[in-house]
């Protein structure tokens, strides 16, 4: 295996850069132009949509050969992370939390398995995009759930591509015990077949991100330190995606039906040792864990669409079913030395955690839609949506064993059999939801304007179902309805110059986990938190006005700014009533009770050098400035995890007589902040690096070396941590923790090879 495994180093994929395509060409393009550069940089595209859009064929992000679509994402302006060192899962789209991003595929929604429906967009790998779409503002035909904006990740079709290619590379992780070298396999192919037009693909890639971790746990700040703790982390793992679509003319209309499934395997395992006083030798050894995580996670989605000309118009019809599968299976076991001097059984010396998590995520779309044309140059589409979510989850654990260990560092005696599982509390829960939304749209142009209004309304039934609580409070039910007006206007001032301006309505739905009216003890410190199956969607009122120049024959320049107005806000609130800590406790939970603002500028840029004569020389600069304000039960902040700037930038550099190019891109992020009920968190992060070299040989092969993380990136937290709110308003501190969590470059060596 080792030696398949360096021949893939050796020789393998690290490549593809297709030929850079107009936006209109329709029919497909030849395999050779989709893996072969042409020598030009690649750049941007330009779209034509009246409602703002920002558009990334695969060749912007491929020559970077970037694994899964969250790393993609990098180079996209305005999207952020607070994910681990060389992770890229949850994308925060204006720096707002997941949750507030749509994520779509193929113009769908997917479910996530996370609480707060977001979808982690490191699920799917790179090599299944198409193209990528940022559209910054809301329209009728999309759902309404998307306050920061939307991201639609378009996979392959049946069109895309004539021919096919393999795609054979070898990757060179940071070290680990879990070794060096990982492997990326693939292969593509379209064409004619079955009386239409077919493609097929297959993905599978290596997944390896050892990092390192340090803290420091303080009494307060510029205090006593209390211990130290030394972590390793590694998550090793495999992702395998296969998607394939066929399309065809059928009963006068055309057919398509297009699928993909993506399966993630994936193993963590923390390890720490934590030293009393910060003395960091065997007589100072207080606590050893190790922590491992067993993850399995299946994304499955299919989707139909039918289009045809009739009732003087076009109609289209859809059916699509998405699924999400994820089983994870957690271990914790922890041996106490030097913590304290009090005896086992009022102190625990080792104790062994186990808890399993089973979620069912399904969901039914289906859409019938119209256009038709009206006179004077209108476009009149209505139609009607209809999306229907069974979510199952399960979270079970084992009751805690517990011994003592009387002689540190003793052997560890024999581990006794874990007793039955159970749920935890608001751990078996069904939530159905079912959505009816019928919209409207009209559009037209008028000379250098162009523009469409909308109206799209959205109705929601939930029904919460937790077998954790009383019978006579295991079943709620809420109703709910937004109207969503939009609209959105394009001015071309020139053939080079316009102004882009939108506005819309949009909501965003609680998230599942503070829904559930299950108690949940010493979940916020030492207080208690209760769900609130009540609450209702928080609703944003925003707008964009953008400018848009084009540089030269190729290249553009944009400059956005953005502003949100969002009420509703779920905030946490105390109920009075006391905790089950007893006196100075409480038990809080979750009200529609606040409002907060979003706003910021955003700049692009992407463009040849041709105007200097550096035809072969391609350059992007993307800079957004964010910041928003929120009143919480400490004053005033900003909306949490927000960082307050998000820059990329880099080049490309083609050498056409040699068949050769390379490039870099640099990417910082600015700091965030969270506060929560008993705890405050900053985060800030170094600056990335990353780099590629390629070579082609002939018409249809060329091979890429990367480069990621090559300034060995870190992430540095503070927690400032406290008993209760009262502490954390007087700022008297139960644990002040310092943690850097930092990681090694990852190198690919690809090649790819077309037929």
């Known amino acids: 295996m080792r030696i398949k495994l360096f021949m893939g180093v050796a020789l393998a994929p690290l490549a593809i850069a297709t030929a850079v395509q107009a936006q209109d060409v329709q029919g497909p393009v030849t395999a050779v132009e989709d893996v072969i550069v042409t020598g030009r940089p690649v750049l941007r595209n330009r779209t034509d949509d009246v409602a703002p859009t920002l558009s990334y064929d695969r060749e912007y992000f491929q020559r970077f050969e970037p694994l899964t679509v969250g790393n993609a994402l990098k180079r996209v302006p305005s999207v952020t992370f607070l994910s681990d060192v060389l992770e890229s899962d949850g994308a925060r789209l204006r720096g707002l939390e997941p949750g507030y991003t749509k994520i779509l595929i193929d113009g769908e929604e997917v479910p996530g398995a996370n609480l707060d429906r977001s979808f982690f967009v490191d699920r799917i790998p790179a090599e299944l995009i198409e193209r990528v779409e940022v559209v910054r503002s809301s329209s009728a035909d999309r759902s309404g759930d998307a306050v920061a904006g939307t991201i639609n990740i378009v996979l392959r079709d049946a069109l895309s591509l004539d021919g096919g290619y393999v795609r054979l590379g070898g990757i060179l992780f940071p070290d680990s015990d879990y070794g060096r070298f990982g492997g990326t396999y693939g292969a593509v192919w379209g064409g004619e077949a079955l009386g239409g037009r077919v493609l097929l693909g297959a993905n599978v890639q290596d997944r390896r991100n050892p990092k390192n971790k340090y803290s420091i746990r303080y009494d307060e700040p510029n205090g006593t330190i209390d211990n130290t703790e030394v972590q390793t982390d590694v998550r090793d793992g495999t992702d395998y995606a296969f998607n394939a679509a066929y399309e065809a003319d059928m009963a006068g209309g055309t057919f398509e039906i297009a699928g993909v499934f993506v399966r993630t395997d994936r193993y963590q395992d923390e ?280 540089l030269g024959r190729r290249g553009v320049a944009g400059v956005n700014v953005f502003w949100r107005d969002v009420q509703d806000l779920v905030e946490e609130t105390n109920t009075g009533l006391e905790g089950s800590g007893g006196p100075g406790t409480f038990i809080y939970t979750v009200d529609n009770v606040g409002d907060g603002k979003v706003y910021g500028v955003e700049f692009d840029l992407s463009t040849p050098l041709d105007f200097i004569g550096m035809e072969s020389t391609g350059v992007f600069v993307n800079y957004s400035w964010l910041d928003s304000e929120i009143t919480d039960f400490m004053g005033e902040r900003r909306f949490n995890g927000q960082s307050d700037y998000v820059f990329s930038g880099g080049f490309t550099q083609d050498l056409p007589t040699w068949g050769a190019a390379f490039g870099a891109t640099y990417r910082k992020q600015g700091d965030a902040f969270d506060r929560v009920l008993a705890e405050e968190v900053h985060t800030s992060y170094g600056a990335d690096l990353e780099i590629f070299v390629e070579k082609r040989f002939g018409e249809n092969v060329i091979v890429r070396l990367t480069g990621s993380n090559l300034l060995d990136s870190s992430k540095d937290e503070t927690f400032d941590k406290f008993e209760n709110v009262g502490d954390q308003i007087a700022r008297d501190y139960d644990e002040y923790e310092v943690e850097t969590e930092e990681a090694g470059p990852v190198y690919q060596l690809v090649m790819r090879v077309a037929f």
């Open 271 to 550: 390890e720490s040792i934590e030293y009393r006083d910060g003395v960091e030798n065997d007589a100072n050894l207080a606590v050893l864990n190790d922590n491992d995580l067993d993850i399995r996670t299946d994304n499955l989605s299919l989707r139909t669409r039918y289009e045809r000309a009739m009732f003087g118009g076009e109609t289209t019809f859809k059916l699509a079913w998405a699924n999400i599968d994820d089983q994870q299976y957690e271990f914790e076991a922890e041996s106490e030395y030097l913590r304290d001097a009090t005896p086992f059984p009022d102190e625990d010396r080792f104790t062994l955690d186990t808890i399993s998590t089973d979620v069912q995520d399904e969901e039914w779309k289906a859409a019938i839609e119209h256009e038709i044309d009206l006179s004077n140059g209108l476009e009149l589409e209505f139609g009607l949506q209809g999306n229907w979510k069974t979510r199952d989850a399960l979270v079970t654990e084992t009751p805690r064993i517990r011994f003592n260990v009387p002689n540190a560092p003793a052997p560890r005696p024999a581990v006794p059999a874990f007793g039955p599982s159970s749920p935890v509390a608001g751990g078996d829960v069904t939530i159905e939801e079912a959505r009816l939304d019928p919209y409207v749209k009209l559009s037209g142009e008028a000379g250098a304007l162009s523009w469409e209004a909308g109206l799209r309304y959205e109705t929601t039934e939930t029904t919460i179902t937790d077998r954790t609580v009383a019978p006579a409070d295991q079943v709620s039910e809420t109703d709910d309805a937004e109207l969503l007006p939009s609209f959105s206007l394009r001015w071309a001032l020139s053939e080079d110059d316009r102004i882009i301006f939108s506005a819309a309505r949009t909501v965003r739905r609680p998230g599942f986990n503070r829904l559930s009216p299950a108690l949940l003890e010493e979940e916020l410190g030492d207080s208690d938190f209760v769900g609130n199956p009540d609450l209702k969607p928080e609703v944003a009122t925003g707008f964009d006005l953008g400018f848009e120049r084009r």
